[in-house]
């Protein structure tokens, strides 16, 4: 599959190698979920500069050591003597090089380097704090695990706390990059993309999945087989976050994504308190979003959660639900299912692609959700410019034949009571409006 966009993170990654080259060190935190392209993306920008990449993996430190003095010595032509066992003795070697040449270096799976040596990151503050003032080097560590690398940048108790110049949260491709990778394919249809849409989210690693997918052969029995990667995914990006609270995590995502999205239902069905859990979920690991009606007080307590990741969203829902069929191999009844429960599963995320498309334009300042208590007079999207005093109300059908405009109307009495001199504009919304 070939790159599509980055071009803003692109430009923004070379402009501070170039201050580095210049002479001002600085120090790049790149974060984004499992999956999202971050590697890509550094390799992209990177493949004909001076850069030097180093994989995190997991073995000793002294093996991890004797693996980069071989790459410092092939890539950088620099002469090791004898044979480093210590991090600290290999980034002693680079900033003693960048004090004569610039060098961007990139650390991937950064976080990991707490299983090897968690006293290392003391040991490049250390470094950094010490040497930055007289090296030319761009220092790009990129992690994967949002809640470990947050910690170790923006905990005020840990050694690097505060020496992050640079943030990057890297982002999936938006609907418009979909389209074209459907166009590119010559697979493209509204249906189609919000299909990829409804999997995918934009995460590259999945769009690259569907990509290899035969649009002449059913989807689903490709998508969930016995051989497919999906169905182990949303396990393998998510337990080493949870570690050993994994199970009460999965259980809460596991009642969102089946439409219990209020704390009061999640708590009724696993009969636990779930308050902590919801609040790290939203702060900590970004994983589920809270949503309140538009125009609802601050401290209103009609408070919805839902999964923001569409391949989760989608595990969860399918996958996770029935894994007892996944168990013992009855791909085929899952198949159906998903075959059964898809068109309407994937309504909510033809909101969300109209939402995108919506904030695109640039015309509102607020773009939401709006219902009313006891989950009265729901309505799509609510679109507001408050500069200009206007209002967009919308339903969002995959079908327009089942959209009224007259019965909209009617559950937005309320709104157009809060929305005293505002221009209303009440609008439908289907598949055939989707424009790509």
């Known amino acids: 599959m070939k790159f599509y966009n980055r071009e803003k993170e692109r430009k923004q990654l070379l402009k501070w190698s170039?201050?580095?080259?210049?002479?001002?060190?600085?120090?790049t935190l790149l974060v984004g979920r499992r999956r999202v392209g971050k590697t890509a993306l550094l390799q992209?920008?990177?493949?004909?500069?001076?850069?030097?990449y180093l994989f995190i993996s997991r073995k000793s430190e002294s093996l991890l050591c004797e693996e980069f003095a071989d790459q410092i010595h092939t890539q950088l032509d620099i002469p090791i003597f004898g044979k480093p066992k210590r991090l600290r003795d290999i980034f002693l070697?680079?900033?003693?090089?960048?004090?004569?040449?610039?060098?961007?270096?990139?650390?991937?799976?950064?976080?990991?380097?707490?299983?090897?040596?968690?006293?290392?990151?003391?040991?490049?503050?250390?470094?950094w704090d010490q040497h930055r003032s007289t090296i030319r080097m761009h220092l790009i560590c990129c992690g994967s695990l949002y809640s470990l690398m947050t910690k170790i940048f923006q905990d005020s108790k840990e050694p690097l706390f505060g020496r992050a110049d640079n943030r990057l949260?890297?982002?999936?491709?938006?609907?418009l990059y979909i389209?074209?990778?459907?166009?590119?394919?010559?697979?493209?249809?509204?249906?189609?993309?919000?299909?990829?849409?409804?999997?995918?989210?934009?995460?590259?690693?999945?769009?690259?999945?569907?990509?290899?997918?035969?649009s002449r052969s059913d989807l689903w029995s490709q998508w969930i087989n016995e051989h497919s990667l999906v169905i182990e995914e949303g396990k393998y990006r998510l337990a080493e976050e949870f570690g050993g609270e994994q199970n009460t995590y999965f259980s809460i995502?596991?009642?969102?994504?089946?439409?219990?999205?209020?704390?009061?239902?999640?708590?009724?069905i696993l009969e636990i308190s779930?308050?902590?859990?919801?609040?790290?979920?939203?702060?900590?690991?970004?994983?589920?979003?809270?949503?309140?009606?538009?125009?609802?007080?601050?401290?209103?307590?009609?408070i919805k959660y839902r999964i923001q990741d569409a391949f989760l969203s989608f595990w969860f829902r399918f996958v996770h639900h029935y894994r007892s069929a996944v168990e013992i191999g009855n791909f085929e009844y899952l198949q159906k299912i998903i075959r059964r429960d898809f068109s309407s599963y994937s309504g909510v995320w033809l909101e969300r692609l109209f939402q995108e498309q919506l904030a695109d334009t640039g015309e509102y300042n607020v773009i939401g959700n709006y219902w009313e208590s006891g989950n009265k007079n729901e309505i799509d999207i609510v679109a507001l410019n408050e500069l200009d005093k206007k209002v967009l109300i919308a339903e969002v059908k995959r079908n327009p034949r089942r959209i009224s405009l007259s019965q909209l109307k009617e559950k937005s009495l309320r709104l157009e009571l809060q929305l005293k001199g505002y221009t209303f504009e009440y609008r439908g919304l289907s598949l055939d409006d989707l424009s790509l």
């Open 18 to 27: 170039q201050q580095a080259e210049e002479g001002q060190s600085n120090l």
């Open 44 to 52: 992209q920008v990177f493949q004909d500069r001076k850069s030097l």
């Open 93 to 127: 070697v680079l900033f003693d090089y960048a004090k004569q040449q610039p060098l961007t270096l990139i650390l991937d799976e950064f976080q990991d380097i707490s299983r090897l040596n968690n006293g290392f990151f003391s040991d490049l503050q250390n470094l």
């Open 169 to 175: 949260n890297l982002q999936p491709l938006k609907p």
């Open 179 to 214: 389209a074209e990778l459907l166009k590119d394919q010559q697979h493209f249809s509204s249906e189609n993309c919000l299909t990829w849409y409804t999997l995918s989210g934009g995460v590259p690693k999945y769009l690259e999945w569907l990509s290899r997918t035969d």
């Open 253 to 268: 995502l596991a009642c969102i994504a089946n439409g219990n999205t209020s704390r009061s239902q999640i708590e009724s």
């Open 274 to 302: 779930v308050g902590p859990y919801l609040q790290r979920l939203e702060k900590e690991f970004e994983i589920i979003q809270r949503i309140t009606p538009v125009l609802a007080k601050p401290n209103s307590r009609q």
